[in-house]
């Protein structure tokens, strides 16, 4: 039986929804889909028995009682490889019945910046991220067979879907959720897809508007991706070299992997960074600068005229200064000297041996 006529059963998307307790998208999400997942078919016949709707599991499968056929699984019937430049490329498909796929494996690729990333579904279901993504991620995922692929499926999200995860990181970014450097990172590389497809999408129904469509090149639009991926990704190019992480893990014995980094790095930056560049610009950073936040930092705000680039060369001078110390407090002197800072030393007060001798000594 057809979803919509499944729901229909129920009194509509918001009715049925309302009785699962579930967002009403899920249940439309059943019906522009064609298919409620096999998890859903348990819960409705004893909601159906509860509200005394005529359902059987035949009915929800969508094949006839005396039929042995099984539920076709759609088909990929055609395919390639979506580049986006140095993000990587995605595998998408079309399924035969309309549908525009992102590969699952490809989204995480891209998201990740890594072959092979792992399961997506383990980046999206933590804590800190769960709350931006939609409430029926899990019955959006879609199985399809590919012809060259033999006896198992492959899974994927629509094309909607996936701009939706790359949403959900990028609001989890500017919102009060506390990522890691990792989370901030795919929520970089989610906010460079979603300005870059947003740009060529608004080209497309451009071009299909006028009919513009049929006489430019076939790679056309690919090629304008390509071009505003690279464009966003000088947006967020890297101030911090990652040698200078590297550094301080060594000079703090720190175990944890650079991209953790322990919150009192930041104190670190702070003192051997802006605190030796120029008093002023740290002043006008600390005054005029939001506070460091969800991968918003303080060298980002710094325009050409407040010393970008002399805060690059500073990092390198810094970097190559504490590749020849040995511990932190060598690198703090080192850089004091080279800075012609003045050396200050105070006085310690504590207990003379003797007396610390005498209270350890029993007494008979």
Not at 223 to 228: D, E, I, P, S
Request: glycine residues 8%.
């Amino acid at each position: 039986m057809d979803p919509v006529s499944v729901v229909s059963r129920f009194g509509g998307p918001s009715a049925l929804a309302k009785l699962l307790r579930k967002p009403r998208s899920t249940v439309q999400y059943w019906t522009k889909a064609g298919t409620i997942p096999a998890k859903w078919h348990r819960p409705l016949l004893e909601l159906a028995r509860a509200q005394g709707v005529q359902l059987d599991p035949a009915q929800l499968v969508g094949v006839d009682e005396e039929s042995d056929e099984r539920p076709a699984v759609p088909e990929a019937k055609w395919w390639g490889d979506l580049s986006l430049g140095e993000v990587g490329s995605v595998s998408c498909y079309v399924l035969d019945d309309g549908r525009r796929v992102i590969s699952r494996t490809g989204a995480t690729d891209v998201l990740t910046g890594r072959k092979g990333g792992g399961n997506l579904e383990s980046y999206l279901r933590v804590e800190n991220i769960a709350p931006y993504l939609p409430a029926d991620l899990d019955d959006r995922m879609i199985e399809f067979r590919m012809a060259e692929v033999t006896n198992k499926t492959v899974k994927g999200f629509q094309a909607e879907t996936f701009l939706d995860l790359c949403t959900a990181y990028v609001r989890a970014r500017d919102g009060e959720a506390q990522l890691t450097a990792r989370q901030t990172e795919i929520a970089i590389k989610a906010a460079m897809v979603l300005a870059a497809c947003s740009k060529v999408g608004l080209i497309a129904l451009i071009d299909e508007a006028t009919g513009y469509q049929y006489e430019r090149a076939q790679d056309a639009l690919s090629l304008k991706l390509r071009l505003y991926l690279a464009e966003e990704m000088r947006e967020w190019e890297k101030t911090f070299p990652d040698e200078l992480w590297d550094q301080f893990g060594r000079l703090t014995n720190w175990q944890g992997g650079v991209t953790k980094r322990p919150k009192y790095w930041g104190s670190l930056v702070n003192e051997l960074v802006y605190g030796y560049l120029d008093p002023e610009v740290f002043h006008w950073l600390k005054t005029n600068a939001p506070k460091p936040k969800h991968g918003q930092n303080y060298h980002q705000w710094m325009s050409s005229q407040f010393g970008l680039k002399r805060l690059i060369e500073h990092l390198w001078k810094l970097i190559g200064m504490a590749a020849a110390c040995k511990t932190m407090p060598e690198l703090r002197y080192r850089m004091a000297e080279a800075y012609g800072r003045e050396p200050f030393q105070y006085t310690l007060f504590i207990e003379p041996p003797y007396k610390t001798m005498a209270a350890k000594r029993p007494r008979n």
